[in-house]
């Protein structure tokens, strides 16, 4: 098992900053896939940035590339969101997700853990 707990989540204006951080503990692994999903009200949840082990590779929904940033700390078994340039489209929950096998997934399905989210909300 694999226990998630997100942090760093705030309200924030329009073209602000928030980096979310997400540690992991349990029976992690440094080849797991670790990814940031989202949920806004009404909206399944979506895929929004994910970095395989040692941050080889990374992976963005089309949206928030280059003003959202994943990186990854195995030693401290946490993975970060710094989010630059917020709009008030990226309101929601966001979700930690930990994938058990070390390829790339952006599908919810490909994921085993998640965290209990933590609430963005992005004013305009």
């Known amino acids: 098992q694999v226990q998630l707990v997100e942090s760093g989540g705030g309200l924030v204006q329009a073209g602000g900053s928030l980096k979310l951080s997400c540690a992991a503990s349990?029976?992690?692994?440094?080849?797991?896939?670790m990814g940031w999903f989202r949920q806004a009200p009404g909206n399944q949840r979506e895929f929004a940035a994910a970095?395989?082990?040692?941050?080889?590779?990374?992976s963005y929904k089309t949206s928030v590339k280059g003003r959202f940033t994943i990186s990854r700390d195995d030693a401290k078994n946490t993975v970060y969101l710094q989010m630059n340039g917020l709009k008030p489209e990226d309101t929601a929950v966001y979700y930690c997700?930990?994938?058990?096998?070390?390829?790339?997934?952006?599908?919810?399905?490909?994921?085993?853990?998640w965290g209990q989210g933590t609430q963005v909300t992005v004013s305009s």
């Open positions: 970095i395989t082990g040692r941050g080889l590779t990374t």
């Open positions: 349990g029976r992690t692994r440094s080849y797991y896939v």
């Open positions: 997700a930990v994938r058990k096998i070390a390829t790339m997934s952006t599908q919810v399905s490909g994921y085993d853990y």
